[in-house]
Every structure is written in structure tokens, then in C-alpha cells.
């Protein structure tokens, strides 16, 4: 059913949380908004991009979700995982927030704003914004914004409550996540090193909840008690990032054997994962019908980026070019769609060409909630801006191109319809698409572009699976885009963010009784 409109009077007020400006919301009534990011999902594990399907690729609820809502062809993300999620929560491109995959450990005590991994502390995270208009805001899954400070959570961020882990990946059983030392438990000069639980929830650690079931089967439990017990007139934001499909490959025995019949195991357990991503999907949908929040649900799912594709990973991102870590085409360019019941019905089933970057769902949600996307608190530690763009104009149908035109890759740049690549590209090849395979079982692309610092350039909409080089045939594309590029990292945000600190494990073991934690005041 659809929340009632404030009057514009209100809307225009100051929000009491904080210094939030509210305005009018551009689409009249605000969404409730599900924010869906997948993890290291390949191009090719899904359905709607497989030409011809496969019985490996089994993912009936994308499938129908994308079909039903707006599918994004050229939506990009990060080349991993840490700088896609601070460019999400922050609003700023990578190369303004954060382009390192640095533990949440890591800490420079010199420096108390931005000497942290992930996001500096004084950025506003877009549940702030979003919790300023009314809206209830919940995260699962995975975080990897930061943990240093309480600021660093998801509660530091703006989120009513959490429940997930802090670092890259954890155990799925266990959840743990490293080891530490600590003498003054040991009682001795050469303690052993422990296993550390990377679990939380909201304000401390979720000790009631760690090793008691698969780490998705817990979130898709916390991720439907959020939905059971949403009042449908208050706005609902909730950010569910799963652990699927990032190491480790684990999945429960019963889907497995559904992939018995693939012969390669990284690809076997990987698709598996997929598999029962999808279901929770499915069962997520079901609650948003059940309890009459769909017509008026906003649903956003993307990659965090590419499909792994090295010894390991599993994934699969054919027909594009490389993967995770990478900057070709398969390592930034993500599956990703829009959907529910909100998505304007003469825009359903449109496949859209426009760019957007995962920083541009901070402006869109702050556009549809009514709340200034302006970053006071950020401005005023002399912190980089918000990048985002609105997009929603184009998603409704009002616009019919994005307003988005460049994407920094860090190193590289898509600019217009092309795209430079500087210095050694790894992973300069292509799978086939069942990947990996009883040739190479174990995955990975050696081949190697060295495109130095003149760069490589290709256009990527004649070119998608980036196989011609045009630096040489193209000077002035290619001049125009290195200008570009330089213009670009000439505004690079890159503070010293420290070392891993000794705290976090002092904090870990001591304070938290084996979990990890805030270790900074």
C-alpha cells in the first residue's frame, strides 16, 4: 500500500536527527527500498545472461525479478570487494573514498578522520540519510566499510540495527575470520593464536548465534524477521549484503548434490551457492507479498564485481574479459537490475544501456526519500563530496539517458563509449561458458596486456568483450581520454590509513571475548 505523502512544508524543515535537509520526494511517495549486493557474482552465473541456457545456471527468482523490473547493462562496480561497498554506502566513486582492500584492523592513529580502512569516519552513510526521512533501516550480511570506531559500524552509518561480519569473508559454519594472540589471557611469553569470530549484531557481538547453522540460513532468517515485523507505513530501507558467493566455497550438503552432475568442484560448489541464493531471494519476495509491502518496494540488486575467475574463485563471467581484481569489462561490469512493485509499469521489462556506479544509488535514494544528498558533516572535515548521480529520471522513463557519462576505473577511465586501460592488465583472457573446466580445473587466466602508461584503448559498445586495442588507430580518442584520465587522478583521494594495529586483537580477545570489534574509541 502507499505511504502518505508529507506536506511539502514538512518536507522542507530540517530533519531533528543530525543536520539532514529534507525535500520533496521526486516520485511523490516514498518506496520502501531493498538493496540487494551480491558477492562476486560472475556475468555468466545467471540466468537472463545466458543466451542459451544451461542446467548449470539455475536462478528462476533473478530470472523472474529482472524480467519484471529494469534490467541495467552497464552498471558498474569496483574491481573488489571493500571499495564497491564504501562507494555504496558513501556515495563517493572509489577513487573519492576508498580504493584499497585493507582489513578493517588497519588504523593510523595520526590521522583521526580518515586513517582507517574503508570510509573516513566523518563521511555520512546513506542510511543516515535515508533514517533523517523516516525511513526504518536495517543491514545483513556483509559489511566491509569499517570497524575501527563505533562510527564505523552499520549503527555508526545510520542503521537501526545489524547483523553480519566486518571483514572480506569469514567461515559460513564458524564464522571465523583470522587469529589472534592475547598474553593476557594465555598468561604466557608466547601465547598461541586463536580463532576469532567475525559475527555482530547491532551493538555487540552475536554470541548467540555463531556456529549454530549456515552463515546464509542465519541472514535469510534475520533478513525475513525484518520483513515479518516492518510496519507498513513506515518507510523500509534494508540492505542485505549475502556472504554468497565469496570464499570460502561452502554450501550445504543437500545442494550440492543437485550439481552433482558438474565435474569441475570449485564450479560445482559455486554454482550450488547460487543456487541457494536464488531460493532466498524467492523467499524474500514471498515476505514482501505477504505482507503487502511490494507495491510500493524498490528492489536493487547488484555484484560487488566480477566473477572470480583465479584458482579458487569458480565464477564465470563469459563472454566478457577477465574478472575479480581486474579492470576488464568482467572484473567492473556487473550483473544488476532494478524491480518490485515500485518500478513504474510502462518501464518493466526494459533493458537499459545507460551507465550508472554503484555510488549513484546513494543520490537515487536520497532523491526518492526526500533528503538532500549533500554531505555537511563530510564538507566540513574537507572530505571529498557525494559523486552520485540520480538516477531514477531514467529509470522511470522521464529521461531516456543516464546522466552519468564517465566511470574511473583506478587505473582506467570509461569515458563516452570508450575505455583506457594503463600499466600490466592481468587476467587478459576469456572463459569459455562452463568455466572452470576438466582443462583447467583449478581456474585462471595468465595472459597478461601491458598496455603501459600511454594506456590501452577500446570501445566498449561496438566492442564489448574488449578484443580490439584502437590506441594506435585512434590518437585522438585516445589523447582525449588520457587527458581525461589525468583529470581524474589529479583528484584521487588516498590518506595514510596505517598498518593492521595491534588493538583490534587486543579488543578482540580481551573486550569481546573472541569476536572482532570496534578497538577505537
Known amino acids: 500500500m502507499l505511504l502518505a505523502r508529507m ?43 545466458r543466451a542459451t541456457p544451461t542446467k548449470e545456471v539455475q536462478t528462476p527468482n533473478f530470472d523472474s525479478l529482472c524480467k519484471q523490473g529494469i534490467e541495467l547493462d552497464q552498471h558498474y562496480a569496483y574491481r573488489f570487494c571493500s571499495p564497491s561497498r564504501s562507494s555504496l554506502m558513501s556515495g563517493r566513486l572509489p577513487i573519492h573514498v576508498n580504493i584499497l582492500n585493507d582489513p578493517p584492523n588497519v588504523y593510523n592513529p595520526k590521522d583521526p578522520v580518515s586513517g582507517f580502512a574503508a570510509i573516513p569516519r566523518n563521511m555520512t552513510g546513506i542510511a543516515t ?32 540495527t545489524s547483523f553480519g561480519y566486518f571483514h572480506h569473508a569469514n567461515d559460513y559454519y564458524t564464522e571465523f ?61 534494508l540492505y542485505y549484503a549475502p556472504h554468497i558467493v565469496h570464499t ?55 555484484s560487488d564485481n566480477g566473477g572470480p575467475v583465479y584458482p579458487g574463485g569458480g565464477a564465470n563471467n563469459y563472454p566478457l574479459k577477465g574478472g575479480k581484481v581486474s579492470c576488464w569489462q568482467g572484473g567492473v561490469r556487473v550483473n544488476a537490475f532494478v524491480s518490485g512493485g515500485f518500478v513504474p509499469p ?28 549533500h554531505d555537511a558533516r563530510a564538507a566540513a572535515a574537507n572530505l571529498p563530496p557525494v559523486d552520485g548521480l540520480d538516477m ?29 586501460l594503463v600499466g600490466p592488465n592481468e587476467q587478459a583472457g576469456w572463459t569459455g561458458p562452463h568455466y572452470p573446466n576438466q582443462t583447467n580445473p583449478s581456474g585462471g587466466i595468465t595472459a597478461v596486456d601491458k598496455c603501459g602508461d600511454s594506456g590501452c584503448l577500446y570501445n566498449i559498445k561496438t566492442d564489448p568483450e574488449e578484443r580490439t586495442d584502437l590506441s594506435q588507430t585512434s590518437p585522438d580518442v585516445l589523447k582525449h581520454l588520457q587527458e581525461r584520465l589525468q583529470a581524474w587522478e589529479s583528484t584521487a583521494f588516498n590518506p595514510d590509513r596505517g598498518m593492521q594495529y595491534p588493538g583490534a586483537c587486543e579488543a578482540a580477545m580481551e573486550r569481546y571475548g573472541g569476536f572482532w570489534g570496534p578497538f577505537v574509541p
Open 7 to 49: 506536506p511539502l512544508l514538512l518536507l522542507m524543515l530540517a530533519a531533528c536527527s543530525g543536520e539532514e535537509k529534507l525535500v520533496e520526494p521526486i516520485a511523490g511517495d516514498k518506496p520502501h527500498i531493498v538493496l540487494i549486493l551480491v558477492d562476486d557474482w560472475g556475468w555468466a552465473n545467471v540466468g537472463y545472461h
Open 129 to 160: 540519510k535515508l533514517k533523517a526521512a523516516g525511513y526504518a533501516t536495517h543491514q545483513v550480511g556483509k559489511w566491509d566499510a569499517g570497524m575501527a570506531t563505533p562510527d564505523h559500524t552499520p549503527v555508526g552509518r545510520g542503521f537501526d
Open 177 to 237: 575470520a583470522g587469529k589472534c594472540k592475547s598474553p593476557k589471557l594465555d598468561k604466557a611469553s608466547k601465547p598461541e593464536a586463536h580463532n576469532v569470530t567475525d559475527l555482530w549484531m547491532t551493538t555487540g557481538p552475536a554470541n548467540k548465534f555463531n556456529g549454530t547453522a549456515y552463515e546464509e540460513e542465519m541472514f535469510k532468517l534475520h533478513v525475513l524477521d525484518v520483513v515479518g515485523s516492518h510496519p507498513a507505513d513506515t518507510p523500509l530501507f
Open 248 to 302: 570460502p566455497l561452502q554450501v550445504p550438503p543437500d545442494y550440492l548434490e543437485r550439481y552433482s552432475f558438474i565435474d569441475t568442484k570449485d564450479r560445482q560448489i559455486y554454482h550450488a551457492m547460487v543456487a541457494y541464493l536464488d531460493d532466498v531471494i524467492g523467499n524474500l519476495t514471498a515476505a514482501l507479498r505477504a505482507r503487502d509491502l511490494w507495491n510500493n518496494t524498490l528492489i536493487v540488486v547488484s
Open 346 to 373: 510502462a518501464m518493466r521489462g526494459k533493458k537499459l544501456d545507460g551507465y550508472v556506479a554503484l555510488a549513484d544509488w546513494y543520490a537515487t535514494f536520497c532523491s526518492l526519500a526526500g533528503v538532500d544528498k
Open 392 to 420: 531514477w529520471p531514467m529509470l522511470s522513463g522521464q529521461n531516456t539517458t543516464s546522466p552519468r557519462t564517465e566511470v574511473p576505473l583506478s587505473p582506467g577511465l570509461i569515458s563516452g563509449d570508450y575505455k583506457i
